[in-house]
Nanobody
């Protein structure tokens, strides 16, 4: 599975961005797609995921109510609608895929930079 993120950028605090993640390859074997982020000097952390077949979602507490993950199965694309952005949301955002039967996310994109200025 190949994942390509796009749609990051620079935005002021309180603004919005909607990065996307296009999947290709063995997408029929994907169980879920997730977004993770890594800020400078910090560990990579989970942001949100969505199951590919039925669209169930889960979010980190830090983004609940501000971020929304969605999918377009016809386009093999997952989106992360980010609103009310804060400087603490500044990070490289990565898309990842977990295959059916897998224990962890085994496929990763190259990441897209999101910078929120105060």
């Amino acid at each position: 599975v190949k994942l390509v993120e796009s749609g990051g950028g620079l935005v002021q605090a309180g603004g919005s961005l909607r990065p996307s993640c296009a999947a290709s390859g063995r997408t029929f074997s994907v169980y879920s797609l997730g977004w993770f982020r890594q800020a400078p000097g910090k560990e990579r952390e989970f942001v949100a995921y969505i199951t590919w077949s039925d669209g169930r979602t889960n979010y980190a507490d830090s983004v609940k109510g501000r971020f929304t993950i969605s999918r377009d199965n016809a386009k093999n694309t997952v989106y992360l609608q980010m609103t009310s952005l804060k400087p603490d949301d500044t990070a490289v955002y990565y898309c990842a895929a977990k295959l059916v039967g897998a224990a962890r996310y085994g496929y990763w994109g190259q990441g897209t930079q999101v910078t929120v200025s105060s």
